[in-house]
């Protein structure tokens, strides 16, 4: 481009970064950011090319800030949709000195997305990479903007879809009055083999690995290309947790046996999926899985469905037909939501689990049934006895061998299992590409109570993959939209550079109204709504806090005044 413009506004890219100091969290459009000393980097620095050499800590540091560049990419098209070419490719320079990396002023700049075309000549001041190495060497005769020049090569190769790489062509620390970089694709360099293996990862120092060896340009492994996990009966269960892996050992156990298998737990951990992985294993898997939802089937009807009719044994039953048991013969029955069974057809389980038999209704006889029955509820059938809405003996017939599956907020190690197993599963499902997750929504989804745990989450990522932009990552808005808006707590950056905080959203009138034209004891109110908010969230003190706008901190200081209140009422 000829006579450039100025660099735009970078309001929208300040608006991005967003500092939590109550939790010691930045933030960068969703993604975690550390302030460093540039001195303490300059150590780093000064530590590779001691211990590895020059030439491999330059080529690491421009593999560091080639990674870098990727991920501000990413940022462009979602930050500035609809932009013309120099202002979208203007956020990666802008970001670059938000950063506090490097002042950039463009000299030259040609973008054709089309064809591919890119040529870009740029000058560089205050570089944190100069400062650093002629403080600890010296004047260079080579530039040594080694961690800018990568991110600059990563931020464009990303935004053209296509290998771009710059040189730096003056430094200051070779004497030159301000460094300065040119950009070409990969292709239209005389030296472009040469190139490409800065890029490349370096063999380990144990391997003798020949240039041919070395990864050729893009050093990357496709993600189609990533070698498939294990596979076997459990797939379908997905967790690295200690509870999940003490839940799953005691399914193995029970396979290979013909006991009959009490699964527990919350609505929504996946009681089924363990019922299936279990047939799965065991010797019935070649036969029929049947599932039943006890809760699902009218009471006047449920007989019938488990065990079921013969011709002529109500009106309207105009043939014989087998019930659930009868189609499960030789494998496997769920019987899901058991609680909910009436008592009549509990005693006739009983039956069924003592001597193998059923009867249809209408029927003089019985017939006999190989099945292994796996049941689940929520409730806590102990109670559910005491109450007199579960029989006893039924309730030791099947209490033999108990599972309990723990909901997730009890896993947290496999919240971002769950969570990237969904995601890859929506994305395939609605043939849409999604680009991961921001750091700020894993943090989310880490503090997030799911109290409907495993379905809930599967609800929350499918609507995830539908909100985010394509090719864009998931961020905490598309994931939960209401506690996204004026997140309390955070500061912004004010274009003079200080922190500004953002505003936390006050009560409604009416809810003022309503308080104060009520006898009010104002500490008693606040122990009920901490309290309260503490309840909602299952005990999850992060997620209570983002509820009450404070931070957890603040929020166990609050909590620890109430109960030493209480301890002395």
């Given amino acids: 481009m000829k006579n450039l413009p100025a660099l735009p506004s970078d309001a929208d890219l300040r608006r991005q970064i967003q500092f939590s100091a109550a939790d010691g969290r930045i933030w960068l459009a969703g993604q975690r950011m550390v302030l460093m000393h540039a001195a303490s980097l300059g150590i780093l620095r000064r530590e590779l090319m001691q211990t590895i050499g020059a030439a491999a800590a330059r080529r690491m540091l421009l593999r560091v800030g080639y990674a870098s560049g990727e991920r501000d990419a990413a940022l462009a098209h979602q930050l500035r949709p609809g ?28 973008i054709d997305a089309h064809s591919g075309h ?66 070409r694709p990969l292709y239209e360099w005389p030296d472009a083999d040469e190139l490409a293996r ?43 947790s200690s509870a999940f892996t003490q839940a799953t050992h005691l399914l193995r156990k029970a396979a290979g046996t013909q006991v009959s298998v009490l699964l527990t737990g919350e609505t929504g951990v996946g009681k089924e999926r363990f019922a299936r992985a279990l047939h799965a294993l065991s010797a ?51 019987l899901d939501e058991l609680g909910e069974l009436p008592l009549p057809a509990q005693a006739k389980l009983l039956r069924v689990l003592q001597d193998g038999q ?18 689940a509820t929520h409730v806590d059938l102990a109670e559910a006895v005491r109450a007199g809405r579960f029989r006893q003996d039924l309730y030791y017939r099947l209490n033999v061998y108990p599972i309990r599956i723990p909901p997730l907020r009890e896993r947290p190690e496999d919240v971002e299992v769950f969570a990237q197993h969904f995601l890859q599963r929506f994305a395939r499902q609605h043939d849409k590409h999604v680009a991961g997750f921001t750091d700020r929504a894993l943090l989310a989804l880490r503090q997030h109570p799911w109290p409907g745990n495993v379905r809930e989450m599967e609800n929350v990522l499918e609507r995830s993959v539908i ?19 004026n997140p309390a707590g955070m500061h912004t950056l004010h274009p003079l550079g200080h922190l500004q905080e953002n505003p936390v959203p006050a009560c409604d009138d009416s809810v003022i109204d309503q308080l104060l034209n009520t006898p ?30 404070l931070t957890r901190p603040q929020l166990s200081y609050r909590l620890g005044k109430i109960q030493a209140r209480q301890a002395r009422s």
Avoid at 104 to 109: A, M, Q, Y
Avoid at 358 to 375: I, K
């Fill in 358 to 375: 059923v009867e249809r209704l209408g029927a003089t006889q019985s017939r006999q049934v190989d099945v292994r029955l796996v049941a």
């Fill in 198 to 240: 800065d890029y490349a990862p370096e063999p380990p120092a144990t391997v003798h690995a020949s240039p041919a060896s070395r990864t050729a340009w893009p050093a990357r492994i496709p993600a189609e290309d990533q070698p498939e996990p294990p596979v076997d009966a459990l797939s379908p269960l997905i967790g690295r």
């Fill in 118 to 183: 890119f040529h870009g000549i740029f000058a560089w001041q205050h570089s944190w990479e100069v400062e650093t190495h002629l403080r600890d060497f010296g004047p260079q005769t080579a530039p040594v903007c080694w961690t800018l020049l990568g991110y600059a090569s990563g931020y464009t190769s990303a935004f053209m879809g296509s290998a771009v790489l710059f040189k730096e062509t003056q430094c200051v620390a070779c004497g030159a009055p301000h460094c300065r970089i040119e950009g």
């Fill in 520 to 549: 009010l004891d104002l500490q008693a109110l606040e122990s009920q709504l901490i309290e309260q908010a503490v309840a909602r969230c299952h005990g999850n003190l992060a997620a209570a806090a983002r509820m009450l706008g």
């Fill in 284 to 334: 019935r898997s070649s036969k029929p899985f049947v599932a039943v939802n006890c809760a699902a089937l009218p009471g006047n009807l449920i007989e019938s469905e488990l065990f079921g009719t013969e011709k002529g044994a109500y009106t309207g039953a105009d043939a014989a037909r087998p019930g659930r048991f009868e189609r499960a013969h030789g494998g496997t029955l769920f």
């Fill in 467 to 485: 909100l985010a932009d394509i090719g864009q990552p998931v961020d905490m808005a598309h994931l939960f939209p209401e506690a996204a808006q």
């Fill in 83 to 110: 932009a013309d070419a120099f202002s979208l490719f203007s956020i990666g320079p802008q970001l670059h000195m938000l950063e506090g990396a490097v002042q950039v002023t463009p000299e030259k700049l040609t």
